[in-house]
C-alpha cells in the first residue's frame, strides 16, 4: 500500500469517543447487539461512534483503486481499516464532533448528512453502507493504518467537494447561505454547549464531589473550544461550564426535583431527559422501571380506594369483592393487598419507634430532674 503505521494514538482517541455501551458483532450477516464499551472491542464489526455525537465519516471500499480516488479529492483519511488478503477497506475521516441530537439545528444535521454521502460519493464508496457498523480497528484481523490525526471542520469538507442540490432537504437548498464558509461557524456555541452536556452526564457517577467534577468538566470545554478557529471568549466558556456542571450535578442527585413534572405532552419530564443522554438500552431500563413504578402506583390507589368503598357500603374487604370493584385478577390484588399490609406495618413500627423515643427522652429528662434536684437539696 505504501503506507507505514504511525504512532499517533488515533486508535485511542477512537476508543475514547465510542459510548459507555457500544453496538457491535463478529459476523456481518448477523445482527449487532449492545454491550459495555471493554466488551464491544473485542469483536470484528462495531458502531463508531454514538449516533447523536458523531466523530468520524465513515465510508465502505469496495473496489481496488481507493488510494487514487484519495489523491484527486485532496483528503487523506485518519484511519485506514483493510482486509489482508486485499484491497478493500473502511476510511475513517475525523471531524470536530458535532451534536445531532434533540436541540441541535435541522441545517446542520442536513449539512452533516450531505457531506458524509458526498464524500462516498467522491471515493467510489459503497452507496447502501449505513454506519450502522465498521470492521473494528482494534481487531487483530485488520491492517490499520493510522495517517494522521487532524480533526477537520464540515466547511473543510465542503471546501474540496461540491454538494448536489439532491442531498439537502426540501428548503434548504441555500444552505450555504446560512454557513460561513470561511470560517465554518455553524452552531458553534450550540455544539459548544451539547458536547459539554453530554460529557458532563457522563461523567458525573465517577466523582464523589462537585468540585473535581466541575475541573474535569472544565478541561473538556476548554478543549472543545479549542477545536474551532474563532473561539469562544474566556468569559462566555466559563459561563457554560458553570450553568451545565451547576444543572448536571444538582439535577443528578436530586430525585425529587422531576418529581410531578410533564411536559406538553403529558411525557414525564425526568425521562425524557434520560432519553435524550443514555443510549437505547439504558432508555430501556430507564423506561421499564419508570413505567412498573406509574403502574404500581396506579393499581395500589385502586386497591385503596375499592377497599374503602367496600368499607362504606357495610362489607367486608374480601379478595373476592376487591376482585369485583377493580377488575383486577386475584392474584394482583393479593400482591396489592400485601403491599397495603406492609405499608400499615411499616407505618405502625415508625410510630411505635416515635413514641418510644419519646418516652425514652421523657424519662431521661425526668431523671435529669430527680438527680439536679437532690444535687440542689440542702445538706442535712
Not at 485506514?80 to 434533540?102: A, S
Not at 473538556?220 to 474551532?228: K, L, P, Q
Request: charged fraction near 30%; glycine fraction near 4%; include cysteine.
Amino acid at each position: 500500500m505504501g503506507m507505514a503505521l504511525n504512532n499517533l494514538n488515533e486508535i485511542k482517541q477512537f476508543n475514547s469517543h465510542l459510548p459507555d455501551w457500544v453496538y457491535h458483532r463478529n459476523l456481518k450477516n448477523i445482527a449487532p447487539i449492545s454491550s459495555p464499551k471493554d466488551v464491544a472491542i473485542q469483536d470484528k464489526y462495531i458502531a463508531p461512534f454514538h449516533h447523536q455525537f458523531p466523530f468520524y465519516f465513515a465510508v465502505d471500499i469496495d473496489h481496488e483503486h481507493w488510494e487514487d480516488y484519495v489523491s484527486d479529492l485532496g483528503l487523506n483519511p485518519n484511519i485506514v481499516i483493510q482486509n489482508k488478503d486485499n484491497n478493500k477497506c473502511h476510511l475513517l475521516y475525523k471531524t470536530v464532533g458535532y451534536w445531532l441530537g434533540k436541540g441541535s439545528s435541522s441545517k446542520l444535521r442536513d449539512f452533516h448528512k450531505a457531506i458524509g454521502k458526498q464524500l462516498s460519493v467522491e471515493l467510489g464508496g459503497d452507496g447502501s453502507f449505513n454506519n450502522q457498523t465498521i470492521k473494528n480497528p482494534n481487531h487483530p484481523d485488520w491492517n490499520v493504518y493510522e495517517l494522521h490525526d487532524e480533526a477537520l471542520e464540515l466547511w473543510q469538507f465542503n471546501q474540496k467537494m461540491i454538494l448536489p442540490k439532491r442531498f439537502l432537504s426540501r428548503g434548504e437548498k441555500n444552505i450555504n447561505k446560512h454557513f460561513d464558509i470561511g470560517t465554518g461557524q455553524i452552531q458553534r456555541n450550540e455544539t459548544v454547549f451539547h458536547s459539554i452536556r453530554h460529557f458532563a452526564y457522563y461523567q458525573k457517577n465517577q466523582h464523589s464531589n462537585s468540585k473535581s467534577f466541575d475541573f474535569e468538566v472544565g478541561q473538556f470545554a476548554h478543549e472543545v473550544n479549542n477545536m474551532f478557529p474563532h473561539k469562544l471568549g474566556i468569559g462566555e466558556i466559563n459561563q457554560i461550564i458553570e450553568s451545565v456542571c451547576t444543572w448536571v450535578w444538582n439535577a443528578d442527585n436530586d430525585k425529587n426535583k422531576y418529581r410531578g413534572r410533564k411536559d406538553k405532552r403529558g411525557r414525564d419530564y425526568k425521562a425524557l431527559l434520560f432519553n435524550e443522554i443514555y443510549d437505547t438500552k439504558e432508555q430501556q431500563r430507564f423506561s421499564a422501571s419508570h413505567t412498573n413504578w406509574v403502574r404500581t402506583e396506579k393499581n395500589l390507589n385502586l386497591v385503596k380506594g375499592a377497599i374503602e368503598i367496600i368499607e362504606l357500603r357495610g362489607d367486608k374487604a374480601t379478595q373476592i369483592n376487591i376482585v369485583r370493584e377493580t377488575k383486577l385478577t386475584r392474584k394482583t390484588v393479593r400482591k396489592y393487598i400485601d403491599m397495603i399490609k406492609e405499608e400499615a406495618y411499616r407505618k405502625r413500627e415508625k410510630e411505635k419507634r416515635k413514641k418510644d423515643y419519646a418516652t425514652k427522652k421523657r424519662k431521661e429528662w425526668i431523671d435529669d430532674k430527680v438527680i439536679q434536684a437532690l444535687l440542689d437539696a440542702p445538706n442535712p
